[in-house]
C-alpha cells in the first residue's frame, strides 16, 4: 500500500517495537529513523555520535530552566546550546530533525517523543507497543546476552527511564492509552504480524477518508 502516515512507535523495552518499526518501513517503502537520529544530529552538531549514544533517550534537570527562561527557542534556533548537558542538546537536536522531515517525507519514527513532538500535525498514527514482562525480560536476555536473573531488573530501569523521558520532555504519561491511536499488546506476536495489524489499522483509516 502506499503511505500518506508518519508513523511514530513508542515502545516498552522488549516489546519488539523497534524490530516492528523496521519491517514496517520496508513494507511500506518509506525511512525508518531510530538510532538513525543520532547520527543526524551529531553530523548537524559536530558533536560525536558516540557521545550522543550515551545520552540518548535520558533527561536531566536543565532543560525545564532553559526554556523558562528564554535561553532557547524552538522556532529561532540554537542560542545557547553549549551551555545544556548533553541529554538536552540531543533532544533539541532530534525535535528539530524530526519536524524538518515532518515537513518533507513520511517516515517511521521510534521512541524520541515523536508523537509528542508532531502533535500538531493530522498526518500521525502514534503507535504504543507493549507486552508482558516475563516475554520482554526472555527477550532482552536472549538479544542483549544478559543473565536471566537480572533481565527483569534491566527491563524495568529501562522502561523507568523512557518513562522519566517522556514524561520530562513532553509533559504527559508514557504508555498512558489517551496518547496513542493505536496499543498493541504484542506478547503473542511477531514484529512482522504486529507491523501487520498496523498497517491494517491503516488501511481502516484510508478507507474511511
Known amino acids: 500500500m502506499s503511505c500518506s502516515k508518519i508513523i511514530t512507535i513508542t515502545r ?3 516489546s519488539g ?4 518499526g523496521k519491517i ?3 513494507k511500506l517503502g518509506i ?5 538513525e537520529l543520532i547520527s543526524l544530529a551529531a553530523k548537524e552538531s559536530g558533536i560525536s555520535p558516540e557521545v550522543f549514544a550515551k545520552a540518548d533517550e535520558k533527561m536531566t534537570n536543565s532543560l525545564l530552566y532553559t526554556l523558562s527562561t528564554g535561553l532557547y527557542n524552538y522556532g529561532n534556533g540554537f542560542s545557547a546550546m553549549g551551555d545544556l548537558p548533553m541529554n538536552d542538546q540531543l533532544y533539541i537536536l ?3 530533525i524530526i519536524k524538518e522531515k515532518a515537513e518533507k517525507e513520511v517516515f517511521v519514527v521510534v521512541g524520541r517523543c515523536a508523537d ?3 502533535k500538531e500535525y493530522d498526518n500521525v498514527v502514534k503507535v504504543f507497543i507493549y507486552a508482558d514482562l516475563e516475554v520482554r525480560a526472555k527477550r532482552a536476555a536472549e538479544r542483549k546476552d544478559i543473565e536471566p536473573s537480572r533481565a527483569r531488573q534491566a527491563v524495568s530501569k529501562t522502561d523507568k ?6 514524561s520530562f520532555y513532553s509533559g504527559q504519561k508514557w504508555g498512558a492509552p489517551e496518547n496513542y491511536d493505536l ?4 506478547t503473542h506476536l511477531t514484529p512482522e504480524q504486529a507491523a501487520d495489524l498496523i498497517i491494517d489499522y491503516m488501511k481502516i483509516l484510508d478507507n474511511q477518508s
Request: proline content about 3%.
Open 183 to 186: 496499543c498493541i499488546n504484542s
Open 161 to 166: 527511564n523512557r518513562a522519566n523521558y517522556y
Open 94 to 96: 532530534q525535535h528539530k
Open 24 to 26: 514496517l518501513s520496508d
Open 12 to 14: 516498552q523495552y522488549g
Open 116 to 118: 509528542y513532538i508532531l
Open 17 to 20: 517495537g523497534h524490530d516492528t
Open 31 to 35: 525511512p525508518f529513523y531510530d538510532k
